[in-house]
């Protein structure tokens, strides 16, 4: 059965990248373009992974890892964190919400394949 | 605000006092009379006048000078006065300016912004679908081209060589047939032999038959049946001779037509041989040539294939590099909210702006090296190459 990822970030070019990377390595995507719209694609319906960006308009990557985890049916869903930030004090604040990894940007696509397939459910 | 730094405008008149007329016009007279009076023994007489006009000098110099620094001063405030208004008033045009051109600016980077981001859009939907069809055509077109026509040549060449294979047993079931023909030929050979036999043996009847006559007709009446008997055997030896002279004639014919049928089967065979010689040597032909095409296809594909998997390779890093727009993005958004919030911090001219808690702000709303770099005033990088890792928590 193929598996679904939500990819989370107000940009739409790193939407795209994403997505193709993960379309071609055979994974089903859903887009969101910021945390509110993520937690409305969480529909119950069964989500193998969630890749979000940190700083985002409306609802941050944080505050959405935060609401996710405390839904019971995404609780145990992994999160990896894809974002420009890479101060200390922020992967600390991703670690505490409940993020898996915390991946910098820009990405390679192979990189970001290998955390998905150590993560994703 | 420039002319604010200007020199001061000042009159020339305050620095010079002695242009007051009375004291101009007091100062010759008296030193002349002061001479005169010396010279001429009333020497007391100068020295009192000289004090009371020095003391009157003194007094009305004293006033002078007061009256300069007032006016001085008058000068002095009224200038302070124009400038305070005309900074004033800068301060508010600028401010109006301010006011008037941030809503523009921020309009401004959000469009430049937008357009980044649909081009970058465009141009990555452009390099997906490139990356689309070389993977396609890289894992499917040059490879199962290949390999069909390998494995089609490799089928193609098995079933020639069975062909061959059933024409070469075919044409060795000829040639038994032939060497059959050949032992029915040796067969005919002896029933010939045969039918003269039984020409030599029914000649030899007929003359014992004839001499069985000859002695019945001497032995006269007694010998009468047995000349019957005689004639019987020479009418029988007769026809055993017609008979074998038929058998004769019919195993000629038999052996001329087996003959000529060998003789037809072995220029078939012969023929055959000489076609299948040629044709495989022509079918080898065919398949080297066959072979080296296949070689040269399989190796253009090779070429094909790696030109397109480098190609994919650097469409893909350009996708990477189109991240960029993200990192823009991100810089023109803080960009612009710092200038909202500077706008609005002048909207309240009662508020005292604390700049390094303003900067401190500032810097705490980066989210990227780069930007840190920037604030800092040192030289940034293109890309936080140094950052680019995966934390695993």
């Not at chain 2, 002095?76 to 300016?97: C, D, V």
Request: aromatic fraction near 6%; glycine fraction near 4%.
């Amino acid at each position: 059965m193929t598996k679904r990822i939500l990819i989370v970030d107000d940009s739409a070019s790193i939407r795209q990248v994403v997505s193709t990377t993960l379309q071609g390595a055979g994974y089903e995507t859903i887009e969101a373009c910021d945390g509110m719209d993520g937690l409305k694609k969480l529909d119950g319906s069964k989500i193998n992974l969630i890749i979000s960006d940190v700083n985002m308009p409306k609802m941050d990557g944080i505050s959405f890892v935060k609401e996710l985890k405390a839904n019971p049916a995404y609780k145990f869903t992994p999160v990896i964190m894809l974002t420009t930030e890479s101060q200390e004090d922020k992967k600390a604040q991703g670690k505490a919400a409940g993020a898996k990894a915390w991946v910098v940007k820009p990405f390679q696509p192979q990189q970001m394949l290998t955390a998905v397939e150590k993560l994703v459910m | 605000m420039q002319q604010i730094a200007q020199p001061m405008p000042v009159s020339s008149d305050w620095k010079n006092p002695w242009i007051d007329p009375v004291c101009r016009h007091m100062i010759l007279p008296q030193f002349a009379l002061s001479t005169v009076l010396l010279f001429s023994g009333f020497w007391w007489l100068p020295a009192s006048v000289l004090g009371v006009l020095s003391f009157i000098i003194t007094i009305r110099l004293g006033r002078q000078v007061a009256n300069v620094q007032k006016q001085q001063l008058e000068q002095l405030s009224a200038e302070r006065s124009a400038i305070e208004q005309r900074f004033e008033r800068e301060s508010r045009q600028t401010l109006e300016m301010y006011r008037v051109s941030h809503p523009i600016w921020s309009r401004q980077l959000r469009t430049a912004n937008e357009q980044s981001e649909i081009a970058v859009m465009e141009l990555s939907q452009r390099f997906k679908a490139i990356v689309n069809r070389l993977s396609d055509s890289g894992s499917s077109d040059f490879q199962s081209d290949a390999e069909v026509l390998s494995k089609l040549f490799a089928s193609s060449e098995n079933e020639i060589v069975t062909v061959m294979k059933e024409l070469r047993q075919s044409q060795n079931s000829r040639r038994d047939i032939l060497s059959k023909m050949d032992a029915l030929s040796d067969y005919t050979g002896e029933l010939k032999r045969m039918a003269q036999e039984v020409v030599g043996i029914a000649e030899q009847t007929n003359l014992l038959a004839l001499n069985a006559a000859i002695e019945s007709a001497r032995a006269g009446e007694a010998g009468r049946g047995f000349a019957v008997v005689a004639n019987e055997v020479r009418t029988l030896s007769s026809r055993s001779k017609d008979t074998a002279a038929r058998m004769t004639d019919n195993v000629n014919r038999i052996h001329e037509s087996i003959a000529s049928t060998q003789a037809a089967t072995e220029q078939t065979i012969n023929t055959q041989t000489e076609l299948m010689n040629r044709a495989e040597q022509d079918l080898e032909e065919v398949l080297k040539k066959l072979k080296h095409l296949m070689k040269e296809h399989s190796e253009s594909s090779v070429l094909l294939q790696n030109k397109a998997t480098e190609t994919q390779r650097d469409v893909e890093d350009i996708l990477v590099n189109l991240q960029f727009q993200d990192r823009l993005s991100q810089i023109l958004l803080q960009v612009t909210g710092s200038m909202q919030g500077l706008s609005d911090k002048l909207e309240q001219p009662s508020e005292q702006i604390d700049v390094q808690s303003w900067l401190d702000d500032m810097e705490s709303s980066y989210a990227m090296q780069e930007q840190r770099t920037n604030h800092a005033g040192q030289k940034s990088h293109n890309s936080d190459a140094d950052d680019n890792d995966i934390t695993f928590f």
